[in-house]
């Protein structure tokens, strides 16, 4: 008999965490964070940490158990990931998966899929071009060779810009051809819970978190990291834009506008890459708990039997 992931995906301000808390606490069971940003211990506020209550309420794994000094892929998160995964499958026989960030998310379900090698230099031109132009170009030149995966990637990150260019330059084909469905053979089953809601109301919850964050002390954080701006990990929706204002270039309140109008694209994005699976339970956020356990149970016994 397999062990189980009950993975819980949506669009950011949805309220994963809260739901994956509610399952954790009804199956006994522990939490793998896979959310990409929520790594760094240094990044709270503007990543959306869960509180200390929430923390309290379920273990968490994988909440602010890196530096951003510290490389760290999506690789190592593979691997440490499913190292965790075995260790708690030993005592539970459900663990709950939840985040936003679909290749970290996929990285444990699925594996990764093998690309080509590419020439060194083609990068490294791709790198002088960010450095010199922005990214700006690079995204108009992935929207060209691959609109495909430029309708899911984040855009605005420029590892996962480059990252994709290089292959379509390197082999003259599309970065998605070389992305299949075929997944590695996990020792788990797994379920996947989606949440969503209307447009609206995801875009309402999206400004209303931005407002939170800064009433928590968003721009506090951001000055206190300013020095490391240079840093991948800094380069993301909430910090680059009051860097940008910390640096003259923008006004606060045109820094805040765009940090809503960015998260709100990403969240489209997220949405996007998500419903590629079929096999996802969609969930409406103002979900009746009682019911949706029932679903939920039923679910988990016929994935064990």
Partial sequence: MKNTIISVVGPTAIGKTKLAIKIAQHFNTE?????????????RIGTAVPTKEELQAAKHHFIQNKSIITPYSVGDFEKEGLACIAKLHKKHSIVVLVGGSGLYVDAIIKGFDTFPKVAPEIREKLNNTLINDGISPLQEQLKLLDPKYYAVVDTENPHR???????????SKPYSSFITDKKENRPFNVITVGLTADREIIYDRINKRVDIMLQEGLLEEVKSLESKKHLNALNTVGYKELFNYLNGEWTLEFAISEIKKNTRRFAKRQQTWFKKNEDTLWLDFNYDWKVF????????????I
């Fill in 31 to 43: 939490i793998i964070s896979a959310d990409s940003r929520q790594f760094f211990k240094e990044m």
């Fill in 161 to 171: 810009v480059i990252r994709a260019l290089e292959v379509c330059i390197g082999s």
């Fill in 293 to 304: 356990l029932n679903t939920l149970e039923k679910q988990v016994k016929e994935k064990t």
